[in-house]
């Protein structure tokens, strides 16, 4: 079975057995996706490249804990949505490579609406 | 190939040929990823549940793309950070059926350190 | 004197004192400015419209700090950037008022491109 | 007039003017918040600290408006539950400057709670 559905079943399951789908509207989704965004920004607050570079060594763990949790929200939303989020990356992919054609992006930061 | 790898390597090929890496920091992927993350919760501002029943029925092609941006930062920052987002996924996973206990937490959106 | 160019004094004196003006670049301020705004909207989580309401009654403290914590990074950034901050926010109404004519968007909360 | 009660009185009456209140409950409102502290942190994103100086002479204009929109939520939202903001700032520095003595946290970017 592909990864991302034996995650997003093991979620399911976790969920079920707490009876929390009754919680779970797309706005508290959504609103808890961005809260653990922010706890995964929050590791790199004030500290230079160098700073990072030396702290991640370290917190390799935490940080993966809070990408995990913004990845569950991300299950759970496309699940409810009944959203295919693998199909949905594979799309914007192609949609980035038009957007951000290899000859004018090469090396520049340069959001494609003003490439 | 896992999908979750298959995607990673296909965001990789998309960032190698822009020669991006170079403006992935994990500061502004992070930052990056809070954005994007609120750009899905920005689909449901001021909507009530019935308003956002009907709006996701017209709209999960729109909010899919937003999800894919963060799915497609969480695969970034792990595979830059040298994280197995999968794993640490189930882990927290297996975090959480310690931390809310369905006999405790069942039917209940109290936060664990609450519990 | 006014009240935002009094608690903008305050801060300043706060950060002088510490010598923390060396690592208040915009973009980490920004991100702290980020970080806060998602602490206020932590008490809401979950929440319906009547817990909400229970609850803001004992919470008041808590929230005026983590709202506390917006506004100090408003004013330290409209500070460092040289942002009348008062000014900005009245042209800021004159121009919604411009965006949203009272009888277009009288008891609707659609956004002004999509009057 | 101190200038946070009359912004506050000017916001209320476009508020009012346009009947929504309504639709300003504290999670949404929180929400808005948060999508407007991330349109700021929005301009620094990707940009080394040299790109950002040059950046920010010409969008000063821009920032101030999106500050403008941070403050406007901060305010409304403190209105509504009757918090007195300026006394909470107030308040928070000096509970920050006995989390944070000058003689600990001069020159360091280091969290109260690891000091």
Chains 1, 2, 3, 4 share one sequence.
Do not use: C
């Amino acid at each position: 079975m592909p990864d991302i559905k034996e995650l997003t079943e093991k979620i399911k399951k976790f969920r079920d057995e707490r009876d929390w789908k009754q919680f779970h509207n797309p706005k508290d989704v959504a609103l808890s996706l961005v809260l653990e965004a922010a706890e995964v920004m929050e590791h790199f607050q004030w500290k230079n490249q160098a700073e990072i570079e030396e702290y991640v060594k370290n917190a390799k763990e935490d940080i993966g804990e809070e990408l995990a949790d913004v990845l569950y929200w991300v299950l759970i939303l496309s699940y409810d949505l009944e959203i295919d989020i693998r199909e949905a990356l594979e799309k914007k992919i192609v949609k980035n490579e038009k957007r951000y054609p290899v000859d004018k992006s090469r090396g520049r930061h340069t959001k494609y609406n003003k490439l």
